[in-house]
Every structure is written in C-alpha cells, then in structure tokens.
C-alpha cells in the first residue's frame, strides 16, 4: 500500500521539470536541506499557478527524482520517475528503481490516469480511482523544480524534483 502511494505522489513531481527554455536541456537534482513547504516559502519561493505548470507540461514526458521526507525516508534510496502529460488530460506514469544500477530503465509498474489543475495544484487519480487523489503544488528555485505534495502522508514537503522535460512521450531510457 505504502509503494502505491509512493508512486502516486511522486508521478506528480514529473510534472514541473519542463519550464527549461531548452526542452530537453537536464539539470542534476540537487536537494534542498529542509523539504517543507514552509522553509521553501521562507526562502521567498512562490508557487507555480496553473497556467505555468500546464504550459510546463502538456505533451511532455517528465522525469525526476524522488526526495526523502521525515513521513517518507528513503534512507539511501535512489528512485526516479517518468510521467507523460497527454492533452486530452490523461497520463502515464512509470517509476523507476535506479539504486542497484544508476540510470537504468529499470521499470516495473507502469500506471495510467488522467490529469487536472486546480487551485494551482497538478492533481492526478489512477487505475479505477473516481476522484483525484493526489495533488501537487510546484516551484520553481532558479535551478530545480521542486514538486511539493498537498494531500497524503508526505503532505507540505517536496517529494521530488523534476530534472529534465521532453517533447513527446518517451518511454524506452529516458534518462
């Protein structure tokens, strides 16, 4: 259950890396120290409104990394994620092992849902799900886009930073 909402959450942090002026241009995650959304608003980081992260994402396949939370530790843990962000509103989501060997497409589950904005936030339900369960608010730190989870376990932290947006779906490596 607990991977479940792992992959869940972190399919929404894909959806913030595309605001690079080169689309396909990669930025190496760098972690903040303190991943709450609060320490991200100290630092004088507003969030993301919906116009922007649609703009960032439609059309574009979205990967990242996942980011350890005092609800969520990963402890050493290395996982990446890849959504693609279709513009009839529906998504796929992959998430990626990569602890064993580094930027593999180590892959085992793929998910299909749909997608929405509101309130600002990516929201996204999967599989048979009726309502939109997970949502996401992003910002945007001048390096990285830092995708915050607003519903669930790891609720006011950042659960991942997108690291590189790709025209098109792109599912074989695309790391």
Same mark, same amino acid.
């Given at each position: 259950m607990i991977y479940k909402k792992l992959l869940l959450t972190f399919s929404c942090l894909l959806l913030i890396a595309c605001a690079s002026n080169n689309k396909d241009a990669e930025t190496v995650a760098q972690l903040p120290n303190n991943t709450s959304e609060e320490s991200l608003k100290d630092k004088g980081l507003t969030p993301l409104s919906g116009e922007e992260i649609t703009r960032l994402i439609l059309n574009k396949t979205i990967t990242g990394?996942?980011?350890?939370?005092?609800?969520?530790?990963?402890?050493?843990?290395r996982s990446h994620w890849m959504e693609f962000y279709n513009e009839d509103g529906y998504s796929i989501y992959r998430r990626c092992d990569t602890?064993?060997?580094?930027?593999?497409?180590?892959?085992?589950?793929?998910?299909?849902?749909?997608?929405?904005? %509101? &309130? *600002? =936030?990516?929201?996204?339900?999967?599989?048979?799900?009726?309502?939109?369960?997970?949502?996401? @608010?992003?910002? %945007? &730190? *001048? =390096?990285?886009y830092l995708i915050v989870a607003t519903t669930g376990k790891s609720a006011g932290y950042v @659960?991942?930073?997108?690291?590189?947006?790709?025209?098109?779906f792109v599912e074989n490596h695309p790391f």
């Open positions: 990394e996942y980011v350890s939370t005092p609800e969520i530790p990963l402890n050493g843990y602890t064993s060997v580094p930027n593999q497409w180590n892959c085992t589950k793929k998910l299909t849902g749909q997608w929405k904005i %509101f &309130d *600002n =936030k990516l929201c996204l339900k999967y599989r048979k799900s009726k309502n939109f369960t997970h949502c996401f @608010r992003a910002y %945007f &730190d *001048n =390096k990285n @659960r991942g930073i997108a690291t590189k947006a790709t025209d098109g």
